[in-house]
């Protein structure tokens, strides 16, 4: 999960109560606990019980880190392109995609004044390199900084050290604490991880150069240094950093992919609802949570409809987008030059906040389509994963088409602790767990089937 | 902290009402609590507020790791000792004990089969160099790999992946494993890092070579590769490894420092009470936590008592201890050529196990002596530690006295998470709130302080 996209529909509901569904419509989607049960049973107690997890290992241990760019997401979109023709999943193919090929190279810091230590640093994504050594300001917001002269910041290394409050409001200083600094002359910056806990851990992402500022090297480092900068500059004695990132870009291409398993029905209203997650992942953790769990259970789900034979009237689409973490570049890229297929979509679906417990679906879309989804969410009361909630808050690659109107959901799960992981070391097979991907794809397979089966499609 | 020494004494005292102190005892005791009451609000509330996080921090961003047998210990008790005198307490001196100068050198560790890739590794303490490239057998447990044959294990890579029970169950793996895995053959050991929770941390330590075994190189790795490994062991596939470890050893010295705040009668009967931590940590975190907050409340608590201008009858001693990471080395030299001295205790104090938000102590003693604290411990109600525990469960340095008799406390506090950084880079300041310091403070003056001053001695 690069960016969140908050507050894209402006339709809240927030009461069930508020729901005016026909008798009919309600009759129709409860006429389908018998079959959500039986998915249910089989993912989480019966046959397919484990098989999530046991596909996401294998995938994870055999390719790992999959950043854009790169021959090993390549690769890894290949193995997910054979897997599903394996499994008997149709129409699968992929779409080429222009990516920045942005590599990190050696980075190193050291703080020689006033003490002399190593301090364990990274380039955020999409960060020139360079090489400076100078005096650090240490600050713990943008406020804060403008508060200083430009000669207070000239030439100097700017330290971003802001608390944690959450992440669509901290990323700020990850995604343009560079831009920000250099505008106030700085030669170099760097941001406090964006994470609420740590055990010395680095955490990337991408940052983005604003028009007309000097495009300096920008580095994150860890809560734990960041603080101890801090401290030491409250004290008042000078810092010296002496900073040294190596990077590179050149443009690159990659593959979206797509999976189908074809409708019964292909010429009814709105004909296709689609199940995905992105198949990148940064360069230094395995991709395992951000986002090879949304990935895995897109899959699943198509497999498990399969082997039940489940035909939904509708087509159900597994994508696997690709570039997420360098600017939602895959889905992008899709949405544009399918524009005119924007129509056939009855529902969106995303995975990328984490394959954790599931509680339900965050939503964007019409009023009448929410309801509708709090009513299928009913069938989930079995696993306890009942919970609606709206707008959108997450699903980053749906979101393009969340803003055109097209319905779409993101699960919602007991994140809590994504943040830990997200984007660091940490994000691997470790966080995910065997029964909670067995719900997860439960969730995905229930919700996913009946919007595809319904008789109307989820209106706009 | 290095080991957990358990169970020491027989003397279980779950419930304060099997005690049966005298009126006149008890008496003499809430006698205190207006000193006690005085003490805590200018720790936690008045004058001293914040003071001992900030000199544990002034201390820790000068410093960093100390490990036994680096100058930058030495130069850390220096500073330890000027502090002391600067801080007007008497009797500053140190004494010297010969330790092991065991240096970690690069260490890399390699899967070349069936994937290729670096796996982050580190030498666990006073483990032997070397560099093997071998076949691995993945195991949870000695039994699993007692079970297997001795040709199954020669000349391969034993890698130990043990579930965390507690660490003093758990850490066994760490501390025998190499000699286990050697005596059925096998070149090289590795063990899942000991603790419940990773961001791919990486948590050393020490281990002991056992007789008449092989001293084969024994590293450590994160609990996210040791599961991978043993994923991929499971699978049924050949994994090859290629690790290489390098580190020296030589013979060094190091000194144990001594703090008195003296006592105003020096022949009433037992007359030393000490508080105590250990100066030294592992070379990868900054030892804040293990034990700079140990050492800095034992400061604090006579610093504390001196601008108070509470003299007790018996002298309050700190002891900062050295080498405990390396076998407790600096209080067992100690505590053989002092053998005299033990009849002048009244009572020993560590904090080894963390200075989180204080619960009350743990004891080993006598029946009586422990009811004693018990109701010494009623005058930290204001600050709800009031909470007793027997026997004593840390206070590593001080179990050599405890087992000898002397009455023996080791700080109980909230640290659930304490093994989360335990010797790991996590182990910094981050951890560590200025509130609970000044808290765990106020623990530490409030006991010694009454403890010193009472009429008659702990009984033995």
């Known amino acids: 999960m690069q ?25 129709e989607i409860h006429s389908y606990e018998a079959v959500a049960n039986k998915i249910i049973e089989e993912i989480v107690h019966g046959k397919f019980k484990g098989h999530t997890y046991d596909m996401l290992a294998k995938f994870i241990d055999k390719f790992g880190p999959r950043l854009t760019g790169t021959q090993n997401l390549e690769d890894s979109i290949d193995y997910m392109v054979e897997l599903s023709k394996n499994l008997s999943l149709s129409n699968v193919y992929t779409e080429q995609v222009t990516v920045p090929a942005w590599k990190r190279g050696p980075a190193s810091l050291r703080i020689s004044s006033p003490i002399n230590r190593e301090i364990p640093v990274m380039a955020i994504g999409l960060s020139n390199g360079g090489k400076v050594t100078a005096e650090a300001v240490v600050v713990a917001s943008f406020q804060e900084l403008e508060a200083l002269s430009d000669d207070q910041i000239k030439n100097k290394i700017v330290v971003y050290n802001p608390a944690f409050t959450s992440y ?26 964006v994470t609420q806990k740590s055990i010395r851990s680095i955490h990337t992402g991408m940052q983005t150069y604003l028009p007309n500022t000097n495009k300096i090297p920008v580095g994150t480092i860890s809560l734990e240094d960041a603080d101890m900068l801090h401290r030491i500059h409250k004290r008042g004695e000078k810092i010296v950093l002496e900073l040294d990132i190596d990077t590179s870009l050149s443009e690159g291409t990659s593959r979206n992919t797509f999976v189908d398993l074809s409708g019964s029905q292909p010429n009814i209203s709105r004909p296709i609802v689609v199940v995905s997650g992105h198949i990148d992942s940064w360069d230094i953790g395995d991709g395992a949570m951000d986002d090879g769990g949304g990935v895995m259970v897109s899959l699943a789900a198509l497999h498990f409809m399969k082997e039940l034979s489940l035909t939904a009237k509708r087509t159900v689409r597994a994508i696997f987008w690709t570039a997420e973490e360098q600017g939602l570049l895959g889905a992008e890229a899709h949405v544009k030059s399918h524009k005119e297929e924007e129509d056939l979509l009855s529902f969106a679906m995303e995975s990328d906040m984490g394959t954790f417990a599931p509680r339900g679906l965050d939503f964007s879309g019409s009023h009448e389509a929410g309801c509708i989804i709090q009513e299928i969410l009913q069938l989930l009361s079995p696993i306890n994963a009942t919970e609606f909630k709206t707008p959108l808050d997450g699903g980053p690659d749906i979101t393009f088409w969340a803003q055109n109107g097209v319905p779409a959901s993101s699960l919602l799960n007991a994140n809590e602790e994504y943040f830990w992981y997200h984007h660091s070391v940490g994000d691997s097979m470790l966080v995910e767990d065997p029964h909670n991907l067995d719900l997860c794809a439960a969730v995905w397979t229930v919700v996913s089937y009946v919007v595809a089966d319904l008789n109307m499609p989820l209106p706009r």
């Open 3 to 27: 960016f969140c996209y908050c507050g894209i529909s402006n339709n809240k509901i927030d009461n069930v109560n508020e729901c005016q569904l026909s008798a009919e419509l309600k009759q």
């Open 168 to 193: 669509g409001e901290t990323v700020k200083y990850r995604s343009r604490g560079a831009s920000v600094a250099a505008a106030k002359g700085a030669s170099a910056a760097l941001v406090r991880s």
